[in-house]
């Protein structure tokens, strides 16, 4: 076991809000970890990942990543994670690969391991023949399966995800999760947020369950399911811990 997160004490009040929207969560995760956040609507899923992937600052509280942090090693920190945020980041008018060419060259890769990481990353996600098409041509699950290659073209250490399946086919689904695997297996810790409480337990080695801005459990899902008497899967422990059922939860 090696930690590669380290998150004491975090909290964030935004400005406008009377409620801290993640209060007092303190969280280990190991560098193997496909670690999945899971929570109902505004548990504080996004401020966490927001705060680690560096997207906005902490109220209080400190976290480190692979030893770094963000105040001390902001641009170090940078270079190691990758984020695919819920939104698209891409341009409507280029096509994917013109797309990734420019997201990867953010990332100051040497141009010949760019194209081959692109060509390796759209084979794998199915998207090799769409490679010349433009991107506004897209269905929404292809547009999700792009916007998640952009963001780990430079092979991160640490991946942040927010809600990557949601809303997409389920052929795109497998392909997002087939290379997520994928990454893992490369040596990528995978944090991702998600409403799919059933995808989380087939997929995460890891779940920690946050309501309110508090973490509630934290275990694997086989630990979490047997912490709770009578419950079955991961959404009767779902629903024991946070008195939601999961229809409240899908978006
Ligand atoms: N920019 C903001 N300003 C004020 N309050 C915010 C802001 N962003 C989020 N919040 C509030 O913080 C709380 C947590 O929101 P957050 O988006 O982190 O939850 P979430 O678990 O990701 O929810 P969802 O699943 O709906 O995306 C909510 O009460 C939300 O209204």
């Keep these: 076991?090696?930690?590669?997160?380290?998150?004491?004490?975090l909290y964030k009040k935004y400005k406008s809000a009377?409620?801290?929207?993640v209060n007092d969560i303190s969280l280990n995760i190991d560098k193997n970890e496909i670690y999945g956040i899971l929570g109902p609507n505004?548990?504080?899923?996004?401020?966490?990942?927001?705060?680690?992937?560096?997207?906005?600052?902490p109220t209080?509280?400190?976290?480190?990543?692979?030893?770094l942090s963000p105040q001390k090693d902001g641009f170090k920190l940078r270079q190691i994670i990758g984020i695919v945020p819920q939104e698209y980041a891409l341009y409507p008018t280029l096509t994917a690969k013109?797309?990734?060419?420019?997201?990867?060259s953010l990332y100051g890769l040497p141009h010949k391991k760019l194209k081959t990481a692109i060509d390796e990353s759209l084979e794998l996600?199915?998207?090799?023949?769409?490679?010349?098409?433009?991107?506004?041509?897209?269905?929404?699950?292809?547009?999700?399966r792009c916007n998640l290659i952009a963001g780990t073209l430079h092979n991160p250490k640490v991946l942040f995800l927010d809600e990557p399946t949601v809303g997409v086919d389920v052929q795109s689904k497998k392909a997002i999760i087939d290379y997520l695997l994928d990454l893992n297996k490369k040596g990528t810790c995978i944090i991702y947020t998600s409403h799919h409480l059933s995808?989380?337990?087939?997929f995460c080695t890891k779940i920690a369950i946050i309501d309110h801005g508090k973490i509630h459990a934290v275990g694997t899902p086989e630990e979490l399911v047997n912490r709770?008497?009578?419950a079955e899967n991961l959404e009767d422990v779902f629903i024991s811990l946070t008195g939601k059922e999961l229809r409240d939860v899908v978006v």
């Design 1 to 9: 076991m090696e930690n590669i997160i380290e998150i004491k004490n």
């Design 18 to 21: 009377e409620e801290f929207s």
């Design 42 to 57: 505004g548990a504080g899923k996004t401020t966490l990942i927001s705060m680690l992937s560096g997207l906005i600052k």
């Design 60 to 67: 209080s509280g400190t976290f480190k990543i692979n030893g």
């Design 98 to 104: 013109e797309n990734l060419m420019f997201f990867g």
């Design 125 to 144: 996600m199915g998207l090799s023949k769409f490679a010349d098409k433009k991107v506004e041509q897209f269905s929404g699950g292809m547009k999700r």
């Design 199 to 202: 995808e989380a337990e087939e």
């Design 228 to 230: 709770v008497a009578s």
